[in-house]
């Protein structure tokens, strides 16, 4: 009995060392991940108003548009074609009535 508690004893004291070590690097990572995060969002206008003869950098080089132009984000293209999509859908249960 004597050899069961000394190993009992030393389970439960590696329990104690390595629990409190392993709970602060997880704590440790969550932050730092939870920090990289929101590190990263970045602000998106919902469009951009480019001038006739400006150039422009952009990942694939520079774009000089001929003309005044008006580009949308994604997010705001595919809100307006949810709202066509329920428009359709509205008008055609009403027509079907």
Same mark, same amino acid.
Request: proline share 8%.
């Given at each position: 009995m004597n050899a069961t508690n000394s190993k009992m004893k030393s389970l439960l004291?590696?329990?104690a060392l390595i629990l409190p070590a392993t709970l602060a690097l997880t704590s440790?990572?969550?932050?730092s991940s939870q920090n990289a995060a929101l590190?990263?969002?970045l602000y998106q206008p919902?469009?951009? @108003?480019?001038? *006739?003869?400006v150039?422009?950098?952009t990942a694939?080089?520079?774009?000089?548009?001929?003309?005044?132009?008006?580009? @949308?984000?994604? *997010?705001?293209?595919n809100e307006a074609e949810r709202e066509a999509q329920n428009l359709a859908a509205a008008l055609q249960q009403a027509t079907a009535k």
């Open positions: 004291c590696a329990t440790c990572t969550s932050v590190s990263r969002q919902p469009t951009l @108003h480019l001038k *006739a003869g150039p422009i950098q694939e080089g520079i774009y000089t548009p001929q003309e005044d132009e008006v580009w @949308h984000s994604a *997010a705001r293209f």
